[in-house]
């Protein structure tokens, strides 16, 4: 099977703009969390979809949205980035159906404001 | 809301030696599991091993195994024979029951295994 991936690997942007990623995850899993890693905040929950429908949400801004295709590709869209959005960020794939689910990681997209 | 602490930024020993890093978390719910990951440089984020709250017996993985400790909300990882590619950054992680995929990380810990 193939491993979760995510598009683009990198990212430069500047303040203002908007910027949209993706995430397609493992064939089969229907749950996609994304996170946020900065060094000074660590690793940090944005939100997960589960069958098109966001099921938990982080405490970030209004500015962070995502969803979630009927294939369970998924995207996060940020918009009026600010500096403070320079972060790797991560997506995971899960079946999310059972009592307990492992995450699968994808690679990140390192996304630079400036 | 749930809180993970890891006390130790950097951590090294050398190629062979054993080491275990430290982990302390909250949560007042009963039925959580506990999770350490790895990031290598690469940025692939890597389960490593995982502990279910409700099983007392400490889970082991090759190498890797936890000594873990719920009254104390304790969750400790110790790496026998280490090795090169050992050397990463290690994250512990606890995520509750069904139905909330969501992790809390601490901030963790770097560690390099010196040849």
């Known amino acids: 099977k193939a491993g979760v991936t995510q598009t683009p690997r990198y990212l430069i942007k500047t303040r203002g703009q908007q910027v949209t990623l993706s995430c397609s995850p493992i064939?089969?899993?229907?749950?996609v969390s994304w996170y946020q890693q900065t060094p000074g905040q660590g690793l940090q929950f944005l939100f997960e979809?589960?069958?098109?429908?966001?099921?938990n949400k982080g405490n970030f801004p209004g500015r962070f949205s995502g969803r979630q295709f009927s294939n369970s590709r998924s995207e996060m869209n940020v918009s009026t980035l600010e500096l403070g959005d320079s972060a790797l960020y991560l997506c995971?794939?899960?079946?999310?159906?059972?009592?307990?689910?492992?995450?699968?990681f994808g690679p990140g997209t390192r996304l630079t404001v400036l | 809301a749930q809180t993970v602490t890891q006390s130790q930024p950097e951590m090294s020993v050398q190629e062979a030696e054993t080491v275990t890093l430290s982990c302390t978390y909250d949560?007042?719910?009963?039925?959580?599991?506990l999770f350490w990951y790895k990031q290598p440089p690469s940025r692939q984020m890597i389960l490593v091993i995982r502990?279910?709250?409700?099983?007392?017996q400490n889970a082991t993985e090759n190498r890797f195994s936890v000594n873990f400790q719920k009254a104390a909300k304790s969750f400790s990882l110790k790496i026998s024979d280490s090795q090169l590619g050992d050397t990463a950054m290690y994250f512990c992680?606890?995520?509750?029951?069904?139905?909330?995929?969501?992790?809390?990380f601490g901030t963790g810990t770097r560690l390099t295994i010196i040849p």
């Open positions: 995971a794939s899960s079946p999310g159906t059972e009592f307990y689910n492992e995450q699968f």
């Open positions: 992680a606890v995520q509750l029951n069904f139905g909330n995929e969501k992790l809390t």
């Open positions: 949560t007042s719910e009963n039925n959580y599991y």
């Open positions: 502990q279910e709250a409700y099983k007392q």
């Open positions: 979809y589960f069958s098109e429908t966001q099921r």
């Open positions: 064939s089969g899993h229907r749950s």
